[in-house]
């Protein structure tokens, strides 16, 4: 028998509750199926959100044992044999102290540093909010040719880098500085206006660099590196963050007399 | 509304103004305000029609067209209709992100012709058509299939133009690599992560022309008034309160109906939704029985395990390590159709030469770390996540699955279905470009295609298109709050899940790869009485806000009608053709089966009806791969 810890809310409740969900371990079982078998068979009110189930389209990133994840890419028997374990830095959601047995139990809670919907669902619009004000659209220099832009096989690969992130906001939720400062854009926006900032058939690098030179942009990074670890798609957003730095600073070094 | 969350609402709406922003993170999260203005869409909502409403405080927006879905389809459409200056909004039951459009692995056809065929000749349409129709065992209509193929290149350009990064060859020009069932190296893919790609693509264009999106709206009915879909009613899935649409068109972009099978590639959200809400409306169904199942799933889980493995050179092998394909495709080997694949999988499990559990091995071992870390990542990765297997060292364990519905609402090239008003596009329409078997990247050439030509034939016809009444939209929002009532006023009832698992696990055993007559009626009475078993389900979550389960009994409700079309669709075959595979009908019946299969509503009952395939430039021949 294992132990489910399972974060409830629901708008009218003054604080949340935690319900705790006893069932039979099943080989292979991910976090999400788990989930479903509590929503089946024990509590059909629990809601979570879910849809590709393959770790693709980013739907059901949660707090797992304290660290956030994607639900269906998480191994129950990995959480239970402690081989799960994801050290971050700084990282203390707010409301989150619930104590739980990590040998028998594993506790699911909503993604942090977004308000709570319903039970394990969050409210993604503040997320949305920075990805469109980093003006994520594609804008060429030149008027569209007959054909394709041409394009380096190697500037696919480092563009790839950033493409691949899946906007699940599980970095959103690990980072520290989005705990703190509402306002700061976060990982996942400046990833993407850095993947438009890199992009060769783009000649407003300047313009998208200057986009996020501001103080809840490129600069509120404190490199605690939470959303790199945390990433189910192994995106580098701090790597970005880093590099538009350099060359900030570097011109604004040689506008200096 | 309060006056503190119209407020907000308003802050909302100025998120790029700095100072707004500031504002916003005094109000505590969630403090005092009611929890729906949080999902009304961030683009400018128009309600005029919200005093006509005979349902006092129902919102009841109007838009020229609605586009339900926001997969591939339905955003390309948006933007066509947002260029066009047409008001038009996307209804979607996810995030349009978490779409199953981005699952989509291995790629896009178009005979660019970048990479040079077999004896340096080079692609041309016409090639890519012969293909799709010899693949499709010669159902697909072929005026649709030429103009798809001829649209195809242009496609993938306008989305490169629109920013998708596709992998590139050494001289900088898209790639391309061999897909099933294709004579050329004709798919252009972004690693194995197309979809992903031009999904992203696609919504950030949207994004940038701040077409507004309803997320997290579950389409409950369509409205029809006078014989013409006039718009449609949506449960808000996170508050429960249904809101009504009037639209001049209604667009259906809402994909494939997968899981109502026990083992799909689909994502769980794939439910029908659109045939089912199309259907009762008044729109014929078309070709429902053929159902792809896809050679390569992974098996526990049934993830999709692109093709892609296959046209970068993986190898299918038996328990006795033979490339077994060589007995059933000799020519093509792994690179058959998907139809001739499956079938083979399943005949050699059937033979005792399967792994114990019912599968068999993919092997990607020979081609090496580099080339399976550059254009099979996200394979690999799928591999080691689900099934604890690195294809760098082992082979990857695969069955098939049911993976795309190449039947859908009977529409013709320009989208138009069955019912005026009523247009669809994509996996959820039916036009037919895929016959009897769909080929490997076809399917997100189609719904790009399909989405703006749909689009556009909408756009052109919309000025002699009378304003949508206000009444029956009210008066269906006024009948799905009923019925929403009724269903959470059960009490005592049977649980719904296990209902859900029965009806999957009937159309895998009796609709699956193999099919005949006594099984197929056996699961037709079965999915009838879980029809019957519905009326006394009961839901112990009553609330309206987030209530997962009512979702999930509504999609169940859909799935139900998806699953006697496709079953009295595979009945009424005897044949066999392409994905429909009937053991008491091995053969192909050109003489009476060169037909499309129409399922329509008569009074209460489905009626199954024939109409002839479009020929043109290829004749029926045998298929041999």
């Not at chain 1, 935690?18 to 199926?33: A, C, H």
């Amino acid at each position: 028998m294992m132990q489910f810890v399972v974060y409830r809310f629901r708008p009218g409740m003054d604080h949340p509750r935690y319900d705790r969900f006893r069932l039979d371990p099943v080989s292979g079982e991910t976090v999400l199926s788990a989930l479903f078998r509590i929503q089946e068979t024990l509590d059909d009110s629990l809601a979570f959100r879910y849809s590709c189930r393959g770790a693709v389209c980013g739907t059901c990133a949660m707090l797992i044992n304290r660290v956030p994840r994607l639900a269906c890419r998480t191994q129950v028997a990995a959480l239970l044999e402690g081989k799960a374990g994801l050290p971050l830095s700084h990282f203390a959601p707010a409301g989150m102290v619930e104590p739980w047995d990590p040998k028998k139990e594993v506790i699911v809670e909503p993604l942090p540093n977004l308000p709570v919907i319903k039970d394990l669902i969050v409210n993604m619009d503040r997320f949305f909010a920075y990805y469109r004000e980093i003006s994520p659209v594609f804008r060429p220099s030149d008027p569209a040719p007959v054909r394709e832009r041409p394009m380096s096989p190697a500037a696919v690969r480092e563009l790839d880098r950033y493409t691949t992130c899946i906007l699940c906001a599980a970095c959103f939720g690990a980072c520290p500085v989005n705990g703190q400062d509402p306002a700061y854009l976060g990982p996942a926006a400046l990833a993407k206006l850095w993947r438009f900032r890199i992009d060769p058939r783009e000649d407003r690098g300047e313009e998208r660099l200057a986009s996020g030179d501001r103080p809840d942009g490129w600069w509120a990074c404190r490199f605690h590196t939470n959303c790199r670890r945390v990433c189910p798609k192994d995106v580098t957003p701090d790597r970005a963050i880093g590099k538009a730095r350099m060359e900030l600073s570097k011109r604004k070094k040689e506008k200096e007399p | 509304m309060t006056p503190r969350s119209r407020y907000k609402r308003s802050l909302n709406n100025l998120l790029n103004c700095r100072a707004a922003k500031m504002l916003m993170h005094l109000i505590p999260p969630g403090a005092g305000t009611s929890p729906r203005l949080l999902y009304i869409p961030w683009c400018n909502t128009r309600l005029p029609m919200e005093e006509d409403s005979q349902a006092g405080r129902t919102p009841i927006h109007e838009y020229d067209v609605v586009i339900i879905g926001g997969g591939l389809t339905g955003l390309r459409a948006s933007l066509q209709f947002s260029r066009a200056g047409i008001p038009c909004a996307v209804i979607s039951k996810v995030h349009p992100l978490r779409s199953h459009s981005v699952a989509a692995q291995g790629g896009m056809n178009a005979a660019l012709g970048n990479v040079p065929g077999p004896g340096g000749a080079e692609d041309s349409w016409e090639r890519h058509a012969y293909d799709t129709v010899k693949g499709s065992d010669f159902l697909a209509d072929q005026n649709a299939v030429v103009r798809m193929c001829q649209e195809a290149p242009k496609t993938v350009i306008e989305l490169e133009h629109m920013g998708t990064v596709w992998s590139r060859l050494e001289d900088g020009k898209i790639a391309q690599r061999p897909f099933g069932g294709a004579g050329f190296p004709r798919t252009c893919y972004a690693a194995d992560r197309t979809g992903h790609n031009v999904l992203h693509t696609l919504y950030e264009q949207v994004t940038g022309a701040r077409i507004p999106v309803f997320e997290e709206f579950y389409v409950t009915s369509l409205v029809t008034d006078a014989g013409r879909c006039t718009g449609c009613t949506a449960l808000e899935i996170m508050t429960g309160l249904v809101h009504g649409f009037a639209a001049k068109a209604v667009l259906m972009a809402t994909g494939g109906f997968g899981r109502i099978f026990s083992r799909s590639t689909n994502a769980l959200i794939n439910t029908g939704d659109g045939q089912a809400l199309a259907y009762r409306a008044g729109a014929p169904l078309e070709d429902m029985e053929f159902v792809q199942f896809h050679p390569t799933t992974l098996v526990g889980t049934s993830i999709l395990i692109s093709e892609a493995a296959r046209g970068e050179g993986g190898h299918l092998l038996n328990n006795r390590g033979e490339r077994f394909m060589a007995r059933y495709a000799p020519q093509a080997l792994d690179l058959a159709p998907r139809d001739v694949v499956a079938r083979a999988i399943e005949q050699e499990i059937a033979a005792g030469r399967g792994f114990p559990g019912g599968y068999v091995h993919l092997d990607l071992r020979h081609l090496g770390a580099d080339l399976i870390n550059e254009r099979l990542p996200g394979i690999r990765q799928i591999a080691m996540d689900f099934a604890g297997v690195d294809p760098v060292k082992e082979p990857i364990p695969i069955q098939p699955g049911q993976h795309y519905s190449m039947g859908g609402i009977a529409v013709g090239i320009d989208g138009q279905s069955g019912l005026p008003g009523l247009h669809a596009a994509g996996e959820c329409a039916c036009v037919s470009v895929h016959g009897a078997n769909r080929l490997g990247g076809n399917s997100l050439l189609e719904t790009v295609v399909f989405g703006r030509l749909a689009a556009e034939a909408i756009a052109r016809d919309i000025p002699s298109f009378a304003r949508p009444a206000a009444g029956p939209v009210a008066s269906e929002v006024s009948r799905t709050e009923e019925k929403i009532a009724e269903i959470l006023g059960r009490t005592g009832g049977k649980p719904l899940f296990p209902l859900i698992d029965e009806l999957r696990e009937t159309m895998y055993t009796k609709f699956g790869i193999f099919r005949e007559e006594r099984t197929m009626q056996e699961g037709l009475l079965a999915i009838r009485a879980l029809a019957d078993r519905m009326a006394r389900v009961s839901l112990a979550d009553r609330e309206r806000a987030a209530n997962i389960a009512l979702v999930r009994y509504l999609g169940m409700d859909h799935m139900l009608t998806v699953a006697e079309s496709v079953a009295l669709g595979a009945i009424g075959r005897k044949e066999s053709r392409g994905s429909h595979t009937r053991r008491d009908y091995p053969a192909r019946d050109d003489e009476r089966f060169m037909q499309h299969t129409i399922a329509a509503q008569k009074g209460a009952a489905m009626e199954i009806s024939y109409t002839p395939v479009i020929l043109g430039m290829f004749n029926p021949e045998e298929r041999v791969y």
